[in-house]
T-cell receptor
Framework: DTGVSQDPRHKITKRGQNVTFRCDPISEHNRLYWYRQTLGQGPEFLTYFQNEAQLEKSRLLSDRFSAERPKGSFSTLEIQRTEQGDSAMYLC????????????FGPGTRLTVL | AQSVTQPDIHITVSEGASLELRCNYSYGATPYLFWYVQSPGQGLQLLLKYFSGDTLVQGIKGFEAEFKRSQSSFNLRKPSVHWSDAAEYFCAASGGSYIPTFGRGTSLIVHP
């Protein structure tokens, strides 16, 4: 068990470009979550999956954002036509799908949009 | 609306001193409550959680928290702070879903 991993750790892109982040959860965890964290704020929920099904999306997740978890294992978060306001830390977490079970967080991907 | 408030943006303590970080929540019913710690370049790590039962919860690294329903609070405490405790601390709450609402965090600074 190597924990939750995220790739890349840092991404710098120009406004208007598309970016994709990857999250590998802990192997036996069936739930996977994406959060966004901006400076001086706590993580804000974006979306979560149970296995391969995307069960909930926050209103923060605009049409430019899409997430997938094709085989119920790793997940990708894509941002199309990036804007400067997308600059943030994107966190992934996973858990076993029982009420209140601890979410294990990855180190995050820091996105900077120039 | 559900919310979690951490009123202190920064807390400065001397090494060896006691610590209390404040957290208040606003939920329709008693939520599940959590404290996480985040060190620079690291993901969030769970310190402790409260679901029900004993209102004083013990966590890792010598931390504890007390749930007070009458005050809608879940304050984090440590009797003696170590320099390695310097980090960002987040309080979070969740209801019937599995999705926590986080406070904005409290930055702990430890002076030698």
């Amino acid at each position: 068990d190597t924990g939750v991993s995220q790739d890349p750790r840092h991404k710098i892109t120009k406004r208007g470009q598309n970016v994709t982040f990857r999250c590998d959860p802990i192997s036996e965890h069936n739930r996977l979550y994406w959060y966004r964290q901006t400076l001086g704020q706590g993580p804000e929920f974006l979306t979560y999956f149970q296995n391969e099904a995307q069960l909930e999306k926050s209103r923060l997740l605009s049409d430019r954002f899409s997430a997938e978890r094709p085989k119920g294992s790793f997940s990708t978060l894509e941002i199309q036509r990036t804007e400067q306001g997308d600059s943030a830390m994107y966190l992934c977490a996973s858990s076993l799908g029982q009420t209140g079970n601890e979410q294990f967080f990855g180190p995050g991907t820091r996105l900077t949009v120039l | 609306a559900q919310s979690v408030t951490q009123p202190d943006i920064h807390i400065t303590v001397s090494e060896g001193a006691s610590l209390e970080l404040r957290c208040n929540y606003s939920y329709g019913a008693t939520p599940y409550l959590f404290w996480y710690v985040q060190s620079p370049g690291q993901g969030l790590q769970l310190l402790l959680k409260y679901f029900s039962g004993d209102t004083l919860v013990q966590g890792i690294k010598g931390f504890e928290a007390e749930f007070k329903r009458s005050q809608s609070s879940f304050n984090l405490r440590k009797p003696s702070v170590h320099w390695s405790d310097a980090a960002e601390y987040f309080c979070a709450a969740s209801g019937g879903s599995y999705i926590p609402t986080f406070g904005r965090g409290t930055s702990l600074i430890v002076h030698p």
